[in-house]
């Protein structure tokens, strides 16, 4: 069995959540411009770029690409203007001992998340030097549900993805880690990330010894 050497987290969702804040920017942007945009709606944009986001909140209406290019522009600057209220107090709970124990085990710790604002998010939450590796809304092509992202990070990480771990709340995300040929780790309800090799509700009271022996086992045991 290959011994297993980094973690991939995803970020919103996973080590903050940063949901109120894009929800708060996409209203705005909605709210300016006419759109019906609701707290449902929102949640149908977990784990999808900002474009794919963009194109579900107006729900097949159609605009122009300059005003399409403008409101991503605009939603990205009242998000930015958001974020800057992240502190290291909005790591979720669990997060902060889990990396720490990761990195004291030897487990190289990297990042593949869909926003452009990732390396901005984690040095506000105090954890941008514990990462080895970024992956963000810059560093591929193909997004989530594609491997790509978290193939890249393991790349940068110099490990193989059978090697790797990936931390996903989206169905998006655990389908990409899956098709990179990565063990996963699903934080949320079965309903949303039952696909991955191992569940959890949340990495509050989880170790890393504990997290690396269940993923032996389902590995052992076919899962």
Do not use: C
């Amino acid at each position: 069995m290959t011994d297993i050497k980094a973690f991939i987290f995803d970020l919103d969702g996973v080590l903050t959540d940063t949901a109120e804040f894009h929800f708060r920017a996409w209203k705005r942007l909605a709210d300016e411009n006419g759109l019906p945009f609701t707290r449902e709606d929102n949640d149908q944009l977990r784990g999808v770029d900002r474009a794919e986001s963009l194109r579900r909140l107006l729900k097949g209406k159609e605009v122009p690409v300059e005003q399409f290019t403008a409101w991503l522009a605009l939603k990205n600057d009242y998000y930015r203007a958001y974020l800057k209220e992240i502190t290291p107090a909005d790591l979720l709970p669990g997060v902060a001992l889990f990396l720490t124990e990761a990195q004291e085990a030897g487990i190289k710790i990297g990042v593949g998340s869909a926003s452009k604002n990732a390396r901005e998010v984690l040095q506000n939450l105090g954890i941008g030097a514990l990462m080895d590796a970024v992956g963000d809304g810059y560093s591929v092509v193909n997004p989530k549900p594609a491997a790509d992202l978290f193939v890249w990070v393991a790349g940068r990480l110099d490990v193989s993805p059978a090697q790797t771990v990936v931390f996903e709340d989206a169905e998006a995300g655990i389908d990409a880690a899956k098709r990179g040929g990565m063990l996963t780790v699903g934080l949320g309800p079965a309903s949303r990330v039952g696909a991955a090799t191992l569940v959890l509700s949340t990495l509050d009271g989880v170790h890393v010894a504990d997290v690396l022996a269940m993923l032996n086992a389902a590995r052992a045991g076919g899962g």
